[in-house]
């Protein structure tokens, strides 16, 4: 694609510290900037986002959404214009749409697109042709969708011109992106729409259909989309992401000295499953300056964190959810505990970037960590972490994480496969740099 920067850093090579501090302000968050592309294309009229997260993963979605013939001006980094089409004014694109990296990305877009009048293919790379595709592929065809995977996974190929009827889906699975991909096919239905979802997961579509002023209805665990309306462009501010600032809460609060107060960070409830996890294995955090979030759709807050002593705890299947994308700096945070800890109904981490649990537990294992591996998590105890050699196997996460574990390991961590750290955190190893810690790339 084009409009991606080809990103140089390949590995990090972390050295213990002692102190992190000074204050950080983390990229955008991901999952909304996706979601303002998405909405102000279908929007009549012209959309401003500020603070979007301008890493691959986005950038893919920019591309994608401009291939459809819609005018988007990145007037600065962070600052996108998109002169909306309106529901009905996307038009084929020429070749197949390339997700990168990006599940987020994929699985909105089938939705998306399964309401259009033309067809589409949408491709990814050698990671995201490995996810599982059928979670969105059956609703969207118990609507009417014409959506072919390979064997559930990708490349999509989607027929259009299919009439969408509306239905009422519980989902087998907690996710946001089938909820989403659901919601936006709805938009193109007759009949209301209903998702169920089984566990609460982070509601960032609904908050910006309101921002659009296409509200939602929800009761309880039901979300309900009536079509027939029509998305009004807004002014969109994105919040910093909190599974980027996840990284310097462990960092803050795993360092032996130092504060590190993290500014503007997204705090939507159906996100802040990690500060409770962490809060309950001991963690110093404060939240000041916390708003409502009532102007802006999201709620946002400062964060301030200090070191503290954690030890291990239980984590059980409710906490998963609402922390799905911070679960391998769980495993970090366990391993640095005093005392054993226990993640389940984590399965869902077979199914990111990488087999969290297994590259989590084999990158532990190799920095002398004793982990049991289980199917839906893993038994972590806690001890000191030699240095050593580990594999994030090209998954941002756990590369990040990995960075993270470095302050406090007893000796340099080398950490391969890094260069994904740019799909959701470009500039993470000069922040990191920023605040006292030790992380080195190399294009190797
Ligand atoms: C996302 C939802 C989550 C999360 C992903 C972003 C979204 O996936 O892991 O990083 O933006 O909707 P699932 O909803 O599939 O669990």
Do not use: W
Not at 233 to 253: M, Y
């Amino acid at each position: 694609m084009n409009e991606m920067q080809p990103t140089l850093q390949k590995s990090f090579l972390t050295r213990p510290v002692e102190q992190v501090s000074g204050q950080v302000q983390v990229p955008g968050d991901k999952s909304i900037s996706h979601r303002a592309l998405m909405l102000g294309a279908l929007a009549d009229g012209r959309t401003e986002v500020h603070g979007f997260l301008s890493g691959e993963d986005c950038l893919a979605t920019l591309a994608a959404v401009r291939k459809m013939g819609v005018n988007i001006v990145q007037s600065e980094t962070t600052t996108v214009q998109i002169d909306g089409v309106g529901l009905h004014g996307l038009q084929a694109p020429a070749s197949p749409l390339d997700m990168g990296n990006s599940g987020t990305a994929m699985r909105l877009f089938a939705g998306l697109l399964s309401g259009q009048a033309f067809d589409s293919e949408i491709i990814g790379d050698a990671s995201l042709l490995q996810r599982p595709m059928e979670r969105v592929a059956t609703p969207l065809r118990k609507m009417g969708a014409a959506i072919e995977t390979n064997a559930g996974r990708p490349p999509l190929i989607i027929t259009g011109g299919r009439s969408l009827s509306g239905i009422e889906y519980e989902m087998p699975v907690a996710s946001a992106q089938v909820k989403s991909a659901i919601l936006l096919a709805g938009l193109y239905a007759t009949g209301q729409t209903t998702v169920i979802e089984p566990a609460v997961t982070r509601d960032h579509t609904e908050r910006m259909l309101a921002q659009f002023g296409y509200p939602t209805q929800r009761v309880g665990g039901r979300v309900s989309l009536i079509p027939g309306g029509s998305l009004t462009s807004a002014r969109i501010e994105v919040p910093g992401d909190l599974s980027s600032a996840a990284f310097f809460l462990l960092a803050g609060s795993i360092a032996e000295r130092g504060e590190l107060v993290l500014k503007n960070v997204g705090l939507n409830p159906s996100r802040t499953g990690f500060l409770n996890i962490i809060k309950k294995m001991g963690a110093n955090l404060k939240i000041i300056d916390h708003t409502s979030g009532e102007a802006t759709g999201e709620r946002i807050g400062t964060i301030i964190v200090k070191p503290a002593r954690l030890r291990g705890i239980d984590v059980s299947k409710e906490l998963v959810p609402l922390a799905i994308d911070e679960i391998p700096l769980v495993f970090i945070a366990a391993a640095l505990a005093e005392g054993q800890t226990v993640i389940s109904g984590a399965e869902e981490l077979r199914h990111k970037e990488s087999d969290r649990i297994s590259v989590m537990a084999a990158g532990l294992r190799a920095l002398g960590i004793k982990i049991e591996e289980r199917p839906d998590g893993a038994v972590i105890k806690g001890g000191p972490l030699s240095g050593g050699k580990i594999d994030s196997a090209g998954d941002h996460r756990v590369a990040m994480a990995f960075a993270v574990a470095g302050i406090s390991a007893q000796a340099p961590i080398r950490i391969l496969d890094t260069a994904n750290v740019a799909t959701s955190f470009p500039g993470f190893a000069d922040t990191a740099g920023r605040i006292g810690m030790s992380l080195e790339v190399a294009d190797d």
